[in-house]
């Protein structure tokens, strides 16, 4: 399988040892295979790994690849690429980046230009700007936009291919940001929400937030490009259309593009059906317009959900906070599923702050939804649930009544999302391809990963995100809209912090539950889209999440 990220590439053509050059070249194999064996890495490599030999192949355009493999030529332990015309090496890999091609520091691999300076660094001004208050410049905020925006650290060693470096310096954020979400989970004390300053009023942001997305829509449309995990959506949506079977036998260019959820593939057939598909893996315009769809669906309900919680002002901050936010951009630019996932969740809560008949259903087929698109939310499930057995939902009957409907639409919503994937699989065949392929592969994109020999510590910090996520649905907690989020935020991170392969497309899965606990927690103005919040004096109570 091409790992996340990686994009297809012609297979390099295998040459015999010889002093002739190949028709069209300059360098013999033989020579390539001198200048490779002169470096100090592979030397050390050869003297590692006794027995082990090169080989040479042809690679486009006008380049060479020397591999070199174990004793029993079953794993390429060291990679050399030279230029043809020069002799020049221009790439020299051993260990796990042989074998992972992201985590070499390709050039934008991940979002192409979004990772320049000049787009990445103008993004973080203008998400901390607007919340930046100067007459108290050391506030909570300040530091928890900054730890939001501390990633960039791990993600700028991660683009120079220091592995060592990223992968270390992403536990730091998560962990602070768990703490904070656990802290604002509690149950609120007597004293009153501070008020919420900003430097410009709520229209001139939403003035801002339409340039943004403005923006967003066009650097994807003109410089953006899909990485296998889009890819993934479009095959099987093409898939459910052509009545194929949605796991096994993926073209070999994604061959376990497979691992997702059925609703995942669901969610991409409008747009296969709208764009088509060529076969390939070219340009890929459905995964494109997926990938802004899912964007503005994800932004969209994130301003509903604030609106509902302190007034349009607060509705339009998140909203912005989405839009300037440099991770969203970069899941938007990688035309990744991930801010699927972020609609899903945010869906959930919404429908949990409707006083209505049908808010219990929506909400569990939402949540069922968003673990079946990936399996990671569905950790939301039992806080979710809960919501019914909270102390201020009315008769106990009518509590349970609605738990049982919630329980209903989750199970139904699973049910017909897993249809397409049952009538051609079992589903052993589903699980086989999805959950068991993902428990068992190795990824050096997190510490356990990494380093290894830290199975019993995973184990460890496994049970306690488990543990966290029952604890959080029964214990007693704040119970308005700014607890649900930050419980739900604190279970996604905890998830996130125990897992095998994580990366920075995972970053939007909590984000807008993180930015909707630190704002909601503050007051807003009631109804004033044109006030600056740091004038205003008014303020409406945080709307209490009902239980349906």
Known sequence: ???????????????????????????????????????????????????????????????WQVSYFSRDGKKELGQVIIDDLSGRVLEAW?????????ARGYPGAFGRHVNSLYVWLPLCVLFVLPFFNFRRPFSLLHLDL??????????????????????????????????????????????????????????????????????????????????????????????????KPLYGHYPSDNERGDTYGAANY????????????????????????????????????????????????LGIALAYAWA?????????????NDTLVAALVLAALLATSYRSKLAPPARGAFAALAGLTKFAPLALAPLLATRELGTHGGAARLRLSRLAAYA????????????????????RTMYERTIEYQANRGSPFSVWGLYGGLGDVQLLVQVAAIVLAIALAVVPRRLDAIGLAAAAAAILIATQLGIEHWFY????????????????????????????????????????????
């Not at 051993?94 to 992201?102: D, E, H, I, K, P």
């Not at 899965?509 to 630190?518: E, H, I, K």
């Open 266 to 313: 669901e969610a991409y057939v409008p747009f296969e059906r709208l764009f088509g598909w060529s076969g390939t893996w070219d340009d890929l315009p459905a995964a494109h317009a997926a990938a802004i769809a899912f964007d503005l669906l994800a932004l969209s309900l994130l301003f509903l959900l604030g609106r509902r919680v302190r007034g349009p002002s």
């Open 408 to 427: 209903a639409a989750f199970v139904l919503a699973a049910a017909l999302a897993l249809l397409p994937a049952v009538s051609h699989a079992s589903l």
């Open 505 to 548: 497309l995972y970053i939007p899965w909590f984000f807008p539950l993180v930015m909707l606990a630190l704002l909601g927690a503050l007051s807003w103005p009631a109804r004033s889209w044109a006030a600056a919040s740091g004038s205003a004096r008014s303020t409406r109570p945080a709307a209490a999440v009902s239980s349906g």
């Open 1 to 63: 399988m091409l790992e996340p990220g990686s994009q297809p590439s012609q297979a390099p053509i295998y040459v015999a040892p010889s002093d002739t050059p190949p028709a069209g070249r300059r360098l013999s194999s033989n020579r390539v295979l001198a200048i490779a064996a002169a470096l100090g890495k592979m030397r050390a490599l050869r003297r590692e790994h006794r027995g082990a030999y090169p080989a040479a192949y042809l690679k486009v355009p006008f380049r």
């Open 324 to 336: 300037s936010y440099p991770f969203t951009l970069f899941a938007l630019e990688s035309n990744s």
């Open 94 to 102: 051993t260990g796990f980046q042989v074998a992972w091609a992201m």
């Open 146 to 243: 900054l730890v939001l925006l501390s990633f960039s650290v791990s993600l700028a060693f991660f683009n120079h291919a220091r592995i060592y470096a990223s992968v270390p310096l992403v536990y730091p954020p998560l962990l602070y940001l768990l703490a904070r979400m656990l802290a604002l989970a509690r149950r609120r004390d007597a004293r009153a929400a501070s008020p919420a300053r900003m430097l410009v009023p709520a229209r001139w942001l939403a003035v801002a937030l339409l340039f943004l997305v403005g923006f967003r829509i066009a650097l994807n449309v003109t410089d953006s490009n899909v990485i296998d995990v889009g890819y993934a959506g479009v095959i099987g949506a093409h898939r459910i259309v052509s009545g």
